[in-house]
């Protein structure tokens, strides 16, 4: 197979002008773009520095204005001149008003309780909207670990009011775990059984309803261990609550154990 190719001239970036920007100086939005007169032309990488990558971690244009509240904000950038094999390129930004948060809410936790969700997010109804918090709300929320990492939110705009309604929604999985271990030695059997419950719920304790099969929902960890031979006996109970009184996280440990 022959391959003929022409490659023809190479191109590089002439001037670079920000058109309607206010929130961002020039110099501001040229450190997010990242790229200087004299450059070799690139036009996926002045789309990617404009528009972003698709990734929750892309840093662009576009972006740090939806970090700051500009979440109907456009952001277009446009070849207007072609001399000497060099392109001069206009970023044209339409800020528009700032947005703000009306409503949050999360679907799919039928264990979990609301505010343990609810506690963990970044964004709260009356803040600006901010595409930064949103990511660091899913990754919260994954930290848990009772839910699956798929956290999908979905943000709905209402352009008539500059307000947005964020739906976060989650799929649980089990957060029980099991340990039976059994074994011979020092002339003798050794046997280990371990439960832990990582979403336990002490307030529904003596609650019959919410046995399924211990109560859960509240985000508490309750671990039973014990451990036997033919020479001695050890039992422990471990109880946490990752945030005393609900308002901040401050963890609070209890233990018992007796041999």
């Not at 509240?69 to 930004?93: M, P």
């Not at 030695?185 to 307030?203: A, I």
């Not at 014990?226 to 109970?237: D, M, N």
């Amino acid at each position: 197979i022959n391959i003929s190719l022409e490659e023809g001239r190479q191109y590089r970036f002439a001037e670079i002008l920000f058109v309607g920007n206010k929130e961002y100086t020039d110099a501001q939005l040229n450190q997010v773009l990242k790229i200087d007169e004299g450059d070799i032309y690139n036009g996926a990488v002045l789309k990617e520095r404009v528009s972003g990558d698709g990734t929750p971690t892309s840093f662009d244009i576009s972006s740090e204005y939806q970090n700051n509240g500009y979440l109907f904000s456009q952001v277009n950038a446009v070849e207007t001149k072609v001399e000497d094999n060099a392109i001069t390129v206009e970023i044209r930004i339409r800020e528009d008003e700032k947005a703000r948060i009306k409503k949050v809410t999360v679907a799919g936790n039928d264990k979990t309780n609301d505010h343990v969700i609810f506690r963990e997010l970044r964004v709260k109804p009356g803040d600006l909207f901010s595409r930064r918090e949103i990511i660091r709300s899913i990754r919260e929320i994954g930290q848990l670990g009772f839910f699956d990492q798929n956290v999908t939110p979905e943000v709905i705009p209402n352009y008539q009011d500059k307000t947005a309604d964020i739906d976060f929604t989650v799929v649980e999985k089990g957060g029980s775990q099991i340990e039976l271990q059994g074994g011979y030695g020092g002339g003798g059997f050794v046997g280990t059984l371990g439960l832990k419950f990582n979403n336990f719920s002490l307030r529904n304790l003596f609650k019959g309803k919410a046995y399924q099969p211990v109560p859960m929902g509240d985000g508490q960890t309750l671990a039973v261990r014990a451990q036997a031979s033919t020479i001695f006996r050890t039992y422990s109970l471990n109880f946490t609550e990752p945030w005393l009184g609900g308002k901040k996280p401050v963890s609070f440990n209890v233990s018992f154990s007796h041999s």
